[in-house]
C-alpha cells in the first residue's frame, strides 16, 4: 500500500489522496512516466468510493501533475512540484499559530517539530 487515509482527520479524503500523491512524487517514489492505479484499483486500495479517487485524480490533472492516457490510466507529468513545499510552510505556519494561541510555548512547539523529524533534544524541553 502506497499511503493510508486519515477518516477522523478534519481535510477531505480527496484532499488526502491529492497530498499523499504529491508527497510520492517529492519523495522519487513516484517518477515522471510512472502509472498510477487506476481510479477503481486507487479506490480499493484505500477503501474510498471511486468518485472521491476521480475527483483527486481531476484536481491532479488540472494542476498539471499527471495526465491522463486514453486506455492506458494516469500517469505522472512532473517530477518536480514548484508549489507543494509552499503549500507545506503555509498549512505549518497555520497550525503553529493555532498552537501559539492555544497557549503553547514556543519550545515545546519546537520539541514537537523535532521529535515528528526525528530528532529530538531533551535540553531544550520547556515544561510548565
Not at 481535510?11 to 510512472?34: A, F, H, R, S
Not at 499527471?66 to 509552499?86: A, S, T, W
Amino acid at each position: 500500500m502506497w499511503f493510508t487515509i486519515n477518516f477522523s482527520s478534519h481535510k477531505p479524503v480527496y484532499k488526502q489522496i491529492i497530498e499523499n500523491i504529491k508527497l510520492q512524487i517529492m519523495n522519487k517514489k513516484l517518477k515522471k512516466g510512472n502509472f498510477l492505479p487506476s481510479i477503481r484499483k486507487m479506490a480499493e486500495m484505500l477503501d474510498v468510493n471511486l468518485n472521491t479517487v476521480s475527483r483527486a485524480y481531476r484536481e491532479l490533472v488540472s494542476e498539471g501533475i499527471i495526465e491522463p492516457i486514453r486506455g492506458e490510466g494516469y500517469v505522472v507529468k512532473k517530477d518536480i512540484l514548484d508549489n507543494f513545499n509552499e503549500e507545506l510552510i503555509n498549512e505549518l505556519t497555520i497550525i503553529v499559530k493555532k498552537c501559539i494561541n492555544a497557549g503553547m510555548k514556543i519550545d515545546d512547539i519546537c520539541n514537537i517539530i523535532k521529535s515528528a523529524g526525528g530528532k529530538t533534544n531533551d535540553t531544550t524541553s520547556s515544561k510548565s
